[in-house]
């Protein structure tokens, strides 16, 4: 397996502008996390998914943020509009809890730079 | 959020010396998983323990549980200049749901050859 595959990489955009966010996670797996990683604030959970599902979404912070999950294999993060303080790195992770945890492969991060 | 503190927040070594890191957590928890982070890198699990576990080992790692204090330690033996990464701890949150996995801090590590 390719592991957790997430584009674009990079993103610089500039205020105001719609961002999507993509992630693939591995095939098997029930379970898919978004997380926001800044300095100031750390790896925060944004939102996670159960069987395509949203279970909890306390972390998103605002209604600029939205998830979806359409299928098992692909899961979207987008950010309308955008703001500086949106700028970040975006981390996708998936896992099932076969063993009663969830232990996670993250993907490789979208570095997001809001100007 | 964030489950809790890990401390030091950073901690710099010499190779050869072994690295203690903790991590105390807020809830009550099923487990609690530790990850590396390589700069610019994706985060990557390193070891879990349960909450009837009191201690793990895996290779040169050894994490202690001690949930009558929330707290968790990791320790790296004989530290290599290819430790050098940030850990993190994370648990899941018995109080809101079992299947969430929150994630401290983070402690950075620099292991100098």
């Known amino acids: 397996d390719a592991g957790v595959i997430q584009s674009p990489r990079h993103e610089v955009t500039e205020m105001g502008q719609e961002v999507t966010l993509r992630c693939k996670p591995i095939s098997g797996h029930d379970y898919l996390f978004w997380y926001r990683q800044t300095m100031m604030r750390g790896l925060e959970l944004l939102i996670y998914f159960n069987n395509n599902v949203p279970i909890d979404d306390s972390g998103m912070p605002e209604d600029r943020f939205s998830a979806k999950m359409p299928n098992a294999s692909f899961s979207t993060l987008k950010i309308q509009p955008s703001e500086p303080r949106d700028s970040a790195v975006y981390f996708c992770?998936?896992?099932?809890?076969?063993?009663?945890?969830?232990?996670?492969?993250f993907g490789a991060g979208s570095r997001l730079t809001v100007l | 959020s964030q489950q809790g503190e890990e401390d030091p927040q950073a901690l710099s070594i010499q190779e050869g010396e072994n690295a203690t890191m903790n991590c105390s957590y807020k809830?009550?928890?099923?487990?609690l998983q530790w990850y590396r982070q390589n700069s610019g890198r994706g985060l990557v699990h390193l070891i879990l323990i349960r909450s009837n576990e009191r201690e793990k080992h895996s290779g040169r790692l050894r994490v202690t549980l001690d949930t009558s204090k929330k707290s968790s330690s990791l320790l790296i033996t004989a530290s290599r200049a290819a430790d050098t990464a940030s850990y993190f701890c994370a648990t899941d949150d018995l109080e809101t749901s079992y299947d969430k996995v929150i994630f401290g801090p983070g402690t950075s590590l620099s292991v100098i050859p």
């Open positions: 992770a998936s896992s099932d809890d076969r063993t009663g945890a969830n232990v996670l492969t």
């Open positions: 809830t009550s928890i099923n487990n």
